[in-house]
């Protein structure tokens, strides 16, 4: 029976140790046609980084109307981000377009489980 236990232990710490960054695939994704805007044709570029259970501001801004290079860079483990209640996101490293019309308010969460913080790794996307 111990031997069991161990054994559940040993694989639990490894799932953990994979989802903090052992995976090297660093894949970019948009999913839908909002996010499938040209990435040549943008105006400007945010700059996202992402360490250990956080980002590296905690509020971002970008004005309305126009596009936006959004890039992501993981400089500690595998992260991601995604844009609540759109279908922004990115996984791993990357840029992807991004264009709001509207003004509002946005939160950016890491979508790529990476540990004991990751629930708190979270940030606003003001649009002015």
Do not use: Q
Not at 3 to 22: E, N, P, R, S, T
Not at 55 to 76: M, P, Q
């Amino acid at each position: 029976m111990k031997k069991w236990i161990l054994l559940a232990v040993v694989a639990c710490f490894a799932f953990a140790l994979a989802a903090c960054g052992a995976n090297a695939n660093n894949t970019s994704e948009a999913t839908s046609g909002e996010a499938s805007l040209d990435a040549a044709a943008a105006d400007s570029e945010l700059v996202v980084k992402a360490s250990s259970w956080e980002f590296d501001k905690k509020e971002y801004r970008i004005k309305a109307g126009e596009t936006v290079n959004l890039t992501l860079k993981s400089v500690g483990g595998v992260h991601g981000v995604g844009i609540v209640g759109t279908d922004y996101k990115l996984t791993g490293k990357g840029t992807i377009p991004v264009k709001f019309d509207e003004p509002g308010s946005y939160d950016m969460i890491c979508n790529v489980p990476c540990g004991g913080g990751h629930s708190t790794m979270k940030a606003k996307l003001i649009v002015e």
